[in-house]
Antibody
Framework: QVTVKESGPVLVRPTETLTLTCTVS??????????VSWIRQPPGKALEFLAH???????SYNPSLNNRLTVSKDTSKSQVVLTLTDMDPVDTATYFC??????????????WGQGTLVTVSS | DIQMTQSPSSLSASVGDTVTITCRAS??????LNWYQQQPGKAPKVLIY???SLQSGVPSRFSGSGSGTDFTLIISSLQPEDSATYYC?????????FGGGTKVEIK
């Protein structure tokens, strides 16, 4: 059974760096047909893609976040880590981790974590 | 960046109705288009991938079509449990942008 689970702080102060961890089970981060992505959703708003890391460590980032994002993985721990620097109240959102599955040449998010609400406030 | 635009932003329909949601990409994405359903307080769930392929376990009343820049999600015979927000998402590249969502309410 595939599971993904986010963990991290619920409250972050403005200008601080957010670090979130996604712990996966039921699949390997070395599997070429799978990858992990981070998506966020501000309260009452739409989903926003943040970052993606593939099995061969290729990374992609939402360009609108102005180089504030970093994604990395520890295959031995089955964990993917997202950092977002210089946090602002507009970054208040539920942050989701999701497995990106490749069926033929098509990628989609087939397993999601429950999400973790991160509030940015002083 | 590839921008995804959904319409309408919300709709209200009765049980048994057929509902159509559209999604437009800012450039051709061939058929690299996915649809998700998000119920309140829950994580999204994939319904359709590759524009028209039904994900395993998803009821057959959900269907998708389109290619290039214009796509459609159809819910036939709307059920009470279909009350949710629906998102399209492009996978033409790994920037994976989402549409703004369509909220479906049951009358």
């Amino acid at each position: 059974q595939v599971t993904v689970k986010e963990s991290g702080p619920v409250l972050v102060r403005p200008t601080e760096t957010l670090t979130l961890t996604c712990t996966v089970s039921g699949f390997s981060l070395k599997n070429s047909r799978t990858a992990v992505s981070w998506i966020r959703q501000p309260p009452g708003k739409a989903l926003e893609f943040l970052a993606h890391i593939s099995s061969n460590d290729e990374k992609s980032y939402n360009p609108s976040l102005n180089n504030r994002l970093t994604v990395s993985k520890d295959t031995s721990k089955s964990q993917v880590v997202l950092t977002l620097t210089d946090m602002d109240p507009v970054d208040t959102a539920t942050y989701f981790c999701a497995r990106t599955y490749q069926q033929l040449l098509y990628n989609f998010f087939d397993s999601w974590g429950q999400g973790t609400l991160v509030t940015v406030s002083s | 960046d590839i921008q995804m635009t959904q319409s309408p932003s919300s709709l209200s329909a009765s049980v048994g109705d057929t509902v159509t949601i559209t999604c437009r990409a800012s450039q051709s994405i061939r058929n690299y288009l996915n649809w998700y359903q998000q119920q309140p307080g829950k994580a999204p769930k994939v319904l359709i991938y590759a524009a028209s392929s039904l994900q395993s376990g998803v009821p057959s009343r959900f269907s998708g079509s389109g290619s290039g820049t214009d796509f459609t999600l159809i819910i036939s015979s709307l059920q009470p449990e279909d009350s949710a927000t629906y998102y399209c998402q492009q996978s033409y590249n790994t920037l994976f942008t989402f549409g703004g969502g369509t909220k479906v309410e049951i009358k």
